[in-house]
């Protein structure tokens, strides 16, 4: 769609949850607010991803028993943070979680299921998963709501520049409008102006293999990406430009999860997340022994692959795979997962040391029988059992660049800082673009919970934000 307009209140750039929150906050104040998608689709890597949220407090916690608090939440992110989170910004994502979880499920509709799930780094289960195991139908709700506060949101709008007036205050954007994705010379430029503000929420840079790589050198082009390939550096790279500070740029998450076996995303990564971690065990082939906490946090389980250097062998059994009730059927299809009747074949399959495997897996399950990892100090969950039950299910890990923590700085309110440690007037940001909040480390599903929050804060800023 041709952008046709030239001057509104608010200008949301990105189609993300953090962007899409941002533009209801702004529109339900009364400010007339447009959303700019550069690609021909809206949602970017939140429409891919499982649209976990994690919370606490939610009702689900307490039917199942758990005692959970926002306070344990923020010590959880500091702790996998490695103290690198900026501590304001971490402790509004944990105290302000519950609101975004109860809005997305009960003023956006978004169904999920009533389990609730654990991931490395959390204490508690605090965990919840849209029943349509896809960020996908959080996406939708949010362009819905948009439409019906008839907020234009358009396609393939691609910012080139940001705009400042004599007083350093960001203005106007110029877009090339009926962008095409890696195709030059297409579409034509246009200014539109923002009356109030600019909110930037156009996410990370997992897929610029350029700009990533200048961060973290192990990260070239052997390295694959869960993201989609839009997912650049511009944005960051534009704000830059006119004195935003950029922060932790280094610290790019690597998924421990993935598999080499397929490409992106993939479908690995529900066995491994939900399967693997809490109920089963990674070997190294190599020596057929266990060699990490399959619950720690995300950086350190990917180091601890990474050493290896070489992909390392998920196992769990039919018990867990029924215990944890999500279906494998696609990664099963496709060959990424498979079964085994026995141990034996499982070695053979991975050509692992037939004794040293059947060591590990006497040892772990002698431990969860005990209910405590001597070795590496798992937490065992009350309802995990030993690893019996044929048929066995395994797969091949390898990380892929999953998230980036680093990016623009903003405080409290969603503002921009430029390097002088000022704000950016009528600059705002939100979700993966912007870093401190997660540090060293992001726990699962804290992304969702992190852009909700803070575009919902961002779209309020912004729409409180004094005309120009």
């Known amino acids: 769609m041709t952008v046709t307009i030239d001057q509104v209140d608010v200008i949301v750039i990105g189609s993300g949850f953090a962007g899409l929150s941002a533009a209801i906050e702004a529109a339900e104040r009364g400010c007339s607010v447009i959303v700019l998608e550069k690609m021909m689709a809206f949602g970017g890597n939140s429409a891919i991803s499982d649209g976990g949220i994690a919370a606490p407090g939610i009702d689900y916690q307490t039917a199942a028993g758990v005692k959970d608090s926002p306070e344990l939440m923020y010590e959880d992110l500091l702790k996998a943070g490695e103290g690198l989170n900026y501590p304001e910004l971490a402790r509004i994502v944990a105290e302000n979680a519950e609101d975004a979880f109860l809005w997305a499920r009960d003023k956006l509709g978004v169904k999920y299921f009533k389990r609730v799930d654990i991931f490395g780094g959390h204490s508690v289960p605090r965990c919840y998963t849209p029943e349509t195991i896809s960020g996908l139908s959080l996406i939708k709700a949010q362009v819905d709501l948009l439409r019906k506060l008839e907020v234009p949101l358009f396609q393939g709008a691609y910012l080139k520049t940001l705009l400042q007036n004599e007083d350093k205050r960001v203005s106007a954007v110029r877009i090339i409008d009926d962008y095409r994705f890696n195709k030059h010379g297409i579409g034509t430029e246009k200014i539109i102006h923002a009356r109030r503000a600019v909110v930037v929420a156009s996410g990370g840079f997992g897929s610029d293999i350029a700009f990533r790589q200048a961060q973290d050198p192990r990260l070239d082009s052997s390295v694959q990406s869960t993201n989609k390939l839009f997912a650049t550096a511009e944005v960051i790279k534009e704000c830059m430009r006119i004195g935003a500070n950029p922060v932790q740029l280094s610290r790019i ?37 266990r060699f990490v906490n399959e619950l720690c946090d995300r950086r350190k389980l990917a180091e601890a692959v990474l050493v290896r250097k070489h992909p390392v062998i998920g196992i769990a059994d039919s018990i867990a795979v029924d215990m944890a009730g999500w279906d494998l059927s696609r990664s099963l299809k496709k060959g990424v997962v498979k079964t085994f009747q026995n141990f034996k074949e499982l070695a053979e399959g991975y050509g692992i040391d ?44 390898w990380p892929k660049v999953h998230y980036t923590m680093g990016g623009l700085q903003i405080d409290k309110q969603a503002r921009v800082i430029n390097r002088d440690m000022h704000p950016i007037e009528g600059l705002y940001a939100a979700g993966e673009v912007t870093g401190g909040i997660h540090g060293a480390s992001r726990l699962g599903s804290c992304a969702i919970t992190e852009c909700l929050v803070f575009g919902r804060i961002a779209g309020r800023s912004a729409a409180t934000n004094q005309s120009i």
């Open 253 to 289: 998450q690597l998924g421990p999860w993935a598999s080499p076996d397929e490409k992106g995303y993939g479908t690995g990564p529900l066995f491994a997340d939900y399967v693997v971690y809490p109920y089963g065990i990674m070997i190294d082939p190599a020596t057929g022994s």
């Open 354 to 397: 037939m004794k040293a495997l059947n060591q590990a897996i006497c040892k772990y399950n002698d431990d969860v029988r005990e209910g405590f990892d001597r070795e590496y100090q798992k937490q065992i969950m009350p309802e995990a059992g030993p690893i019996l039950k044929a048929p066995f299910y395994a797969m091949r890990m």
